[in-house]
């Protein structure tokens, strides 16, 4: 069994069990440790940090516009759910499939950029959305945001957030599952190939704009689902989805967590999220001030984010 | 009957290639005839590797067309050369250093099925090619080395991977760029027994600085010098040119087999 290839150390399998039935018991117990609604919010953001580095940690690709994603799910999904009534997972589906759409014609374009160049491109698409949101208030609302979205599922009563988190959780966990899937196929392999040799890997005869691109393509349909899951469990769409610093932030949240370990995004959403809770809870208002330190202070102090450092160590001690 | 009288497998005609002003190749034509084996040789700066680049793909040509079999590939891309069966490897090895060896192989043996793109799969699903990449790795050497990283491979088993992913690729046009540049001679040895024994059934293009090598193997040789071919033709007519000799040693004495 050699083909763990993203893993350079191999962990023996009952760790990673043991791993996934702790989150799974944590994920069931969360929103009765802390409020609810910020447990939802842990789950949209994860799957958004999730999404940012499929494309980061494994395509070497940094998104610096992946707002656009989130955003269009978001009020597609706030759309659907308002005007046709159907159940909210099928409306969050439907945010997520327009955000893929929408990511085709802008990852063709991006992909045949890299380094920064890549993240200009996103970060200029990203903000033209922006604009088309802020000015076709008839269907976004503008700044007065998308009003009413409704949490419809089956007649079930899910006014509050604390039932609402057991009903979004499925569907959260299906969409980190798709990223896992993703990350260990054939499909990530190459993508991981292309990343650390692309003259090589097209030499061998992959297409490498075209595997980007699936990858840009499938990242924002795994956004799209934590943005239309946020627009449903907020009940509201504010211009802030489209907004750069939600790019800004979703990065943040991945580089914290570790970029290319693919659960430090939902560390890194973990943390954030809930410190944001707490430090407004407080009537803290330079709440930024206090999450830009930890960030630096992470930087400096744990290359690999939190969650990279956790396994680094804990691989080390193993091997004792 | 030599290949050398038979059809062509790769050609190109006019080939031109400009940087910023300095042309690297000017007007080179070239025939290579369908399996045999055939050396590129020059100084340093002769526009070998950028012929390579053109032929490969990697770069397109400012003027000038190439040919596989006869159908034009002038300006392809270098996935779509390969995907055509013409397989290179990199002068400078070229590597994923942080995927073991038989994981190069694998991905090239699956560069051709269309499994990469299967993101809803297991990546399970590549073991079906791990026999075939232990063949191969067996074949140029690297039978132990299958968990290896590649990054930590010694030199000369870097170039012999180089190989075994070129192969993997079963291509028919098999270009070489200075396989055994940097190996020991026990290396340089084993490297044109391999690809002596690899040469059935393909046609081989490769640059190479040890003219030894290039007569245990090649059939033709075209010589290039700034960007231009000096001579093209069989091995034994090539290396005693006195032009060739002119440029090799920089007078008429001794025969290009004393240079390196």
Request: neutral net charge.
């Amino acid at each position: 069994m050699t083909s763990l290839l993203l893993q350079r150390v191999r962990t023996p399998r009952w760790a990673g069990w043991l791993l996934l039935a702790a989150g799974a018991l944590l994920a069931l117990w969360l929103p009765n440790g802390l409020y609810p609604a910020v447990a939802v919010d842990m789950l949209c953001w994860a799957l958004f940090a999730v999404a940012i580095d499929l494309l980061l940690g494994y395509g070497g690709l940094l998104s610096f516009g992946h707002a656009a994603f989130w955003g269009t799910s978001a009020y597609t999904a706030g759309l659907i759910a308002a005007h046709l009534g159907v159940p909210f997972p099928v409306a969050v589906l439907g945010g997520a499939l327009a955000a893929a759409a929408l990511a085709a014609p802008i990852g063709y374009l991006a992909v045949k950029r890299s380094g920064i160049y890549f993240a200009m491109v996103t970060l200029a698409f990203a903000q033209l959305v922006y604009f088309v949101a802020n000015g076709w208030s008839s269907v976004t609302g503008g700044e007065n945001g998308l009003q009413s979205v409704p949490r419809e599922l089956f007649g079930l009563d899910l006014s509050d957030p604390y039932y609402f988190y057991y009903a979004a959780l499925p569907m959260a966990a299906l969409g980190l599952l798709l990223a896992w899937r993703i990350v260990h196929s054939p499909f990530g392999r190459v993508l991981v190939a292309i990343r650390d040799n692309p003259a090589r890997a097209r030499a061998l005869g992959y297409p490498a704009h075209r595997y980007k691109l699936l990858a840009f393509v499938l990242s924002a349909f795994v956004a799209g689902l934590g943005g239309g899951l946020f627009a449903v469990a907020h009940g509201f769409v504010s211009l802030d989805v489209v907004h750069w610093t939600t790019s800004g932030k979703g990065v943040v949240l991945v580089v914290l967590g570790g970029i290319g370990t693919l659960w430090g995004g939902v560390v890194g959403a973990a943390l954030v999220v809930n410190l944001e809770d707490q430090l407004s809870q407080a009537g803290f208002t330079l709440i930024g001030l206090v999450t830009g330190g930890i960030f630096v202070l992470v930087v400096l102090l744990f290359r690999r984010g939190l969650w990279g450092s956790a396994v680094a160590l804990l691989r080390r001690y193993s091997r004792l | 009957m030599s290949p050398l009288d038979g059809p062509a497998a790769l050609t190109a005609r006019g080939l031109i290639r400009d940087f910023r002003g300095f042309r690297a190749v000017d007007q080179v034509d070239l025939t290579v005839a369908a399996g045999s084996v055939h050396a590129l040789v020059g100084p340093n700066g002769a526009g070998k590797t950028t012929l390579f680049n053109l032929l490969t793909g990697f770069l397109a040509p400012t003027a000038g067309r190439i040919e596989l079999d006869g159908h034009d590939i002038t300006g392809l891309p270098p996935e779509r050369v390969a995907r055509l069966g013409v397989a290179r490897s990199f002068q400078i090895t070229s590597l994923f250093p942080q995927q073991t060896a038989r994981t190069h192989v694998e991905l090239a043996l699956q560069s051709g099925t269309g499994l990469g793109w299967r993101f809803w799969r297991s990546h399970r699903l590549l073991e079906r090619f791990s026999a075939r990449a232990g063949e191969l790795l067996d074949l140029v050497g690297l039978g132990d080395a299958g968990d290896t990283l590649a990054g930590s491979l010694a030199y000369g088993r870097k170039r012999a991977l180089e190989l075994a992913i070129a192969l993997a690729l079963d291509p028919k046009v098999l270009l070489l760029d200075e396989p055994t540049a940097g190996m020991g001679l026990e290396d340089v040895d084993r490297t044109v027994e391999l690809i002596a024994a690899v040469r059935d059934g393909r046609t081989v293009v490769l640059v190479e600085h040890n003219m030894s090598v290039v007569g245990r193997l090649a059939d033709a040789v075209t010589v290039l010098q700034a960007g231009r071919v000096l001579v093209e033709g069989p091995y034994e007519q090539v290396r005693t040119d006195p032009r060739v000799i002119e440029a090799y040693l920089g007078s008429s004495e001794g025969s290009a087999d004393a240079a390196h």
